[in-house]
Nanobody, 117 residues
Framework: QVQLVESGGGLVQPGGSLRLSCAAS????????MGWYRQAPGKQRELVAV???????NYAEAVKGRFTISRDNAEKTVYLHMNSLKPEDTAVYYC???????????WGQGTQVTVSS
């Protein structure tokens, strides 16, 4: 059974930092591109950052220079380091695993990030 379990969300003041983690099980982690998405109330889910099997990364324009995605294949975990947080970063953040060969696609349950003073 595939599981993606996010953690690290919470309430933080503007300008603060958080680190999200997503621990995977039930998949051959190194074969998957891993991504973070977010969904704010009343908005569509959007891509935040992705890291490929070969550690290439891509970021949404809104988070470039503030967020960093990384992965630890030995721990089967992907991280999202978020700095200089803004109120508009408030959303539920979801972890995604995607295998381009098999087209298998998995999602975590989400973790809430709230940026507010």
């Amino acid at each position: 059974q595939v599981q993606l379990v996010e953690s690290g969300g919470g309430l933080v003041q503007p300008g603060g930092s958080l680190r999200l983690s997503c621990a995977a099980s039930g998949i051959i982690f190194r074969l998957y591109a891993m991504g973070w998405y977010r969904q704010a109330p009343g908005k569509q889910r959007e891509l935040v950052a992705v890291i490929t099997r070969t550690d290439s990364t891509n970021y949404a324009e809104a988070v470039k220079g503030r967020f960093t995605i990384s992965r630890d294949n030995a721990e089967k975990t992907v991280y999202l380091h978020m700095n200089s947080l803004k109120p508009e970063d408030t959303a539920v953040y979801y972890c995604n695993a995607y295998n381009a060969v098999t087209a298998r696609d998995y999602w975590g349950q989400g973790t809430q990030v709230t940026v507010s003073s």
